[in-house]
């Protein structure tokens, strides 16, 4: 019997369940119910290291399709503390090869993001046989269009965007949202285009706070009472680029903005004395069903993963370039990030209809 084990890392996106479906059901019918036992490893990596595996059944994956979440659940294993031994006394690269040949198995799908697959890289280099699958909301997996989890959240984040926009134009206010992406801003991106955003603000392009405010002022001038600012979790203005993110953060507390929202919101209030609120949708984004994209998109590199496992083709991460799924080594995937660049066909449609970047 080939013995596949399957685990999701990092922080959860919906879209998780569909794909650890597709590869179940793919593999099951492609190799027999009778000739694979799938097993699940629970809580990413930590339960690779702990030996916490349970085998699964054919009926585990039904019905989980439109499930939010990891049925596996999850965890954040830096990648950084994998092979540092003395944090918690345990090699755990050596443990977690020994739960791959306890538990006998032939290979391990991996899901998650750019952290999950640098261990799975690591893994591969140890002699594992791993595939990895690209999950996160941030879609900044190297070598994939898209990644599953990304369309939900930003449908997710397209209605906060709607929401807001009737709140704002009521009381005339200045509204500062805040959407996931640390690093990378294609959720704010894509969610501020597609909700009407009037400002768009992403870690990759620095923003200069007078512009902001300039464009703020120009809408009030041409009649609109209210503006909406899509700002990235990881926004930097021009003065903080240069810094690293820990002294960003002790900067900006002392100043006491604890967040880029807030810091954004203080500064167009003072300059401006428009009425400015901050709203932060938070973990909202990554919550709940997955969209039909997504159910789509997890059930096709599902089947991709199964196919790979067939061809025993190892060390590879399933990919979507243009219209076709595909996969990429690990290790040209790994230590990259896919940034939006400065002159993405997005950004430029944006600034075409008079959207501000700050810039
Ligand atoms: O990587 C996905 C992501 O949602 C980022 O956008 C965000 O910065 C981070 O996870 C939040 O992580 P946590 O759930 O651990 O707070």
Known sequence: KRRIGILTSGGDCPGLNATIRGAAKACYSMFGEDNVEIVGISNGFHGLIHNNCRIMKPEDFSGILTQGGTILGTKRTPYKMMQVIEADN????????????????????????????????????????????????????????????????????TEVVDRIHTTATSHRRIMVIEIMGNKAGWLTLYSGIAGGADIILIPEIPYDIDKVIDACEKRAQSGKTFSIIAVAEGAMDITEAAMKKKERAKKRAEAGE????????????????????????????????????????????????????????????????????????????????????????????????????GD
Request: net charge positive.
């Open 90 to 157: 345990i090699d755990k690269v050596a443990e977690m090869k020994a739960t791959y040949k306890q538990q006998k198995l032939d290979c391990i799908l991996t899901l998650g993001g750019n952290g999950t697959h640098k261990t799975a890289n690591l893994l591969s280099e140890e002699g594992l046989n791993i595939i990895g699958l690209p999950k996160t909301i941030d879609n900044d997996i190297w070598g994939t269009d898209v990644t599953f989890g990304f369309h939900t959240a930003v449908d997710i984040a």
């Open 258 to 357: 604890t967040t880029v929202t807030n810091r954004i919101a203080k500064q167009i209030e003072a300059a401006t004395g428009f009425e400015s609120r901050t709203v932060v949708p938070g973990h909202i984004l990554r919550g709940g069903s997955p969209s039909a994209y997504d159910r789509v998109l997890a059930t096709k590199f599902g089947a991709r993963a199964a196919m790979l496992i067939k061809q025993e083709k190892y060390g590879y991460t399933v990919a979507k370039i243009g219209s076709k799924i595909s996969e990429n080594k690990l290790s040209d995937v790994t230590m990259k990030t896919k940034f939006v660049p400065e002159n993405d066909e997005l950004v430029i449609t944006g600034k075409s209809i008079g959207v501000s970047f």
